[in-house]
């Protein structure tokens, strides 16, 4: 944290809209010119977009608001008693690989404990892509979460996805969709994604690490690295997006989902997910390593699999996770 002070405190003036001399920002900071001018390369570096132009100083391309852990658990709305410990760190590898040294070490976290960074140098998605994540400008969020065993864990992306949707649509007026077995589209376009990884034994308590990474307000500089079509909350909204307020409502409704999970199971989902699935009754494709299944979507069963009427079948049969994925095929 103390290593990042510096570069904090020239955010918090760049905050401003305005321009700031190097000069001015060292002689606020007790550091010299040379000083600010790398701290300055390096934000740049992370991701953050930084206008620099000779005669006027540093100023930020778009409005920056940091993640703030006392504004995140004022907004929180869960009893005190459940209050989870929220940990914001600027700078981290991965928050699920945070948050599994953690579950592996002597203090392991409690249920509903969670993690935010502002950036992340090895954000993973499913099946081993990369995440892009550049500084202060999404939601890179892992929370973990102990069940009875690794077969509770069926369905579990499920049970997130509409934990998450909920959260978004506090924030977006827009149609946000389902993708199984992990993702959330807006007008087609990937705007959420879900990775969730596994600690523990068959027989035994498995603790989860729900790793979520939400596009918020993509800097122009960053998207060049994404390899598929993308979606960010700031192009759908009027004013600016509060990732405090947006990140305790993420905690409020997964607290809340997770709880019904564990009690019912996807019973009382089912209906949410296919209201709200993206290829619900429409032709899909499933890829299965060199596999490829061709038929029609129809929703999820109770263990999460996505239920697919093969061409030239009458009968829905599931399928489920691993390595399958899914693509529209219209």
Partial sequence: MAAF????????????????????????????????????????????????????????????????????????????????????????????????????????????????????????GRRGRVWVSPF??????????????????????IAVGIAVREAICEQVDAEVKLKWPNDLLLDDKKLAGILVELDGQTDGPCGVVIGIGINVNMPNGASAAIDQPWADIASYCDGAVDRNLLVATLIDKLHQGLKRFEIEGLGGSIQHWNAHDRYFNQPVKLLMGSRCIEGVAKGIDMQGGILLVEQGGEIAKPFYGGEISLRGNS
């Fill in 5 to 124: 002070d510096k570069k904090q405190q020239i955010l918090n003036q760049l905050s401003d809209g305005r321009f700031h001399s190097g000069e001015a920002l060292g002689s606020l900071l007790g550091i010299s010119r040379a000083a600010v001018s790398k701290h300055i390369h390096q934000l740049i570096e992370l991701g953050v977009e930084i206008f620099r132009v000779s005669g006027k100083g540093y100023c930020l391309a778009q409005d920056m608001t940091l993640l703030d852990e006392c504004l995140i658990k004022q907004n929180l709305q869960i009893a005190n008693a459940l209050s989870p410990k929220v940990e914001v760190k600027h700078v981290i590898t991965s928050t699920n690989d945070y948050l599994l040294e953690k579950v592996r070490s002597t203090q392991p976290p409690a249920n509903g404990d969670c993690v935010i960074a502002e950036c992340q140098t090895a954000g993973r």
């Fill in 136 to 157: 202060g400008s999404h939601i890179y969020f892992s929370m973990y979460w102990q069940l009875d065993g690794i077969s509770h864990a069926m369905g579990l992306s």
